[in-house]
């Protein structure tokens, strides 16, 4: 039988990996997942978080990324998520401000095809 590579979404053990990101990412590829996908970075530069990952051979799958962050700094975003590893960046969810019938929808749908043109020149989705 092939085995097929399975990853955990963190955000299901968002309080244990807050508390300890690597004792967590250890326990998570105990438990046999092969990836994660990431919601936040608990408060580690990218480095840190690839590090953690790469000891304790976890791949990084996707990651949930706030359109905030994305529409502050696009380019620093992408770096950042890219040095880990990640080829996909999820927009988890929109704030109320930027929902639809509101100013801030405009900016949305403006940015988002600038943000899928930035992550395909760079390999990712």
Known sequence: MIK??????????????AADFAGTMKKVREMGYDGVELAGLYGMTAAQVKSVLDDVGLTAVSAHVPINELLDDLEQTLDTYQ??????????????????????????????????????SRGMT
Not at 4 to 17: F, N
Request: hydrophobic residues 45%; aromatic residues 10%; proline residues 8%.
């Open 83 to 120: 040095a880990i590893g990640f080829r996909y960046i999820a927009i988890p969810f929109l704030d109320e401000t930027m929902r639809p019938g509101t100013d801030g929808f405009a900016r949305v749908l403006a940015a988002i095809p600038d943000i899928g043109r930035a992550c395909q």
């Open 4 to 17: 097929k590579p399975i990853a955990l979404q963190v955000y299901s053990v968002r309080e244990d990996a």
